[in-house]
């Protein structure tokens, strides 16, 4: 994974992943739309074979994208933390 | 949230999640079809093949005959240290074959492969790779790898992986309905306080009985927005359930790796337009054995000063 800020002005934020695409950040859109401070999140695929992507922010308030995204990540991980408890605890009551 | 496990066989496990977003959900399908990673023949090294199925042709089979994985034993070959082209026995694990046809003819299934480890072994005898004449015989040196489905889809441990909404639909004649149900078993649907929950929408629809009593557009406007059962079946590498407990783990793995850059503040990489993977330095295909000889086949090449 590889990270690039490409632009950082005011409450907006453009980032651009390489090696990523729909899968992390989808996933990481969904939850940065969670938070309340968030205005708007989204990302884009400049082309489908290039293994490339960019995601976008602009936060209500404020300038701290980075604590933002962080904690999107935080809420990620702990949704699958969640949903991995969950799926044991269910496996091992079919099998037993 | 919530799950349930619908069903589970050897290779196909069929699951409830309640309370997650389409994100999330698609999310773990694209991991567990594209990044989870089982062992796959990936180089071959033949020492005769005088069969009518060309070298490339059987590689390209024998690439897609599914490996039984130790995924707790090997690494994949990018993160292995050995930088070996080959690789070394924590990332690669061997694969014979040597067969000869002598008074009648003989069909090469993938049972006559021979692995050096037996944990790394076809899932199924029965896969027709070739056939010989009498007198041709085949014989090679395979080497599995680790791999990931995005790279090539012989990596990918599913051969189907799929979600779908879960729907409730209020039942008119619940007698009638819970009698066919009963029929129809209760991994398609069930009545819940007088709701019917469509679990298996097209396993429903299959009953002729059911599509009377409840008609397609009741299931289609009742579909739940946050619940869906996932179907994954396995090609036999992994167990079913282990492609979802490793699919979550890989994510979570992405997700640390995301912050532990912020963190770094590691945040400006150069990124070009296209990133040739580093295991092949750079070229765009690896070259089996890598080194061959430019002068093979006595060919006189002309020398340097001569070309100028």
Known sequence: MKINIVKQEGKY???????????????????????????????????????????????????????????????????????????????AETVS | MNTKIVSLNEDTIRFLVDGVNAAFANSLRRTMVAEVPIMTVEDIFYFDNSSIVPDEVLAHRIG??????????YVLPEECDCEAELGCPKCRAGLTMDIEAKDDTVTVYSGDLVPEDPSIAPVSKRIPLAKLAPGQAI????????????????????????????????????????????????????????????????????????????????????????????????????????IVKEAVKMLKQKLSTLKGKIEADDLHDEIRDFDLPEINEGKLYSVGSGDFDEDEGGNEEPQGDDVA
């Open chain 2, 139 to 242: 014989k090679f040196e395979a080497y599995a790898q680790l791999g990931q489905g995005k790279v090539h889809a012989k990596w990918s441990p599913v051969s189907m992986c799929v979600y779908q909404n879960v729907a409730f639909v209020d039942v008119e004649d619940e007698a009638a309905t819970k009698e066919c149900l009963d029929a129809c078993g209760d991994d398609v649907a069930v009545i819940e306080g007088g709701v019917l929950k469509v679990i298996d929408i097209q396993g429903f629809e299959r009953c002729r009985r059911c599509r009377e009593l409840v008609r397609h557009e009741e299931i289609i406007g009742g579909l739940k927005k946050d619940e869906f059962l996932f179907t994954v079946e396995s090609t036999g590498g992994l167990p079913p359930e282990r």
């Open chain 2, 64 to 73: 897609f005959v599914p490996l039984t994985t130790d995924l707790d034993n």
């Open chain 1, 13 to 91: 934020m453009e980032m651009e992943f390489s090696g990523e695409g729909h899968t992390l950040l989808n996933l990481l859109q969904d939850s940065l739309l969670e938070d309340k401070n968030v205005e708007m999140a989204g990302y884009s695929k400049p082309h489908p074979l290039m293994d490339r992507s960019n995601l976008f922010i602009r936060l209500r308030r404020g300038e701290r994208h980075l604590d933002t995204i962080k904690k999107a990540v935080a809420n990620a991980d702990g949704k699958l933390d969640e949903f991995l408890a969950d799926f044991e605890k269910s496996l």
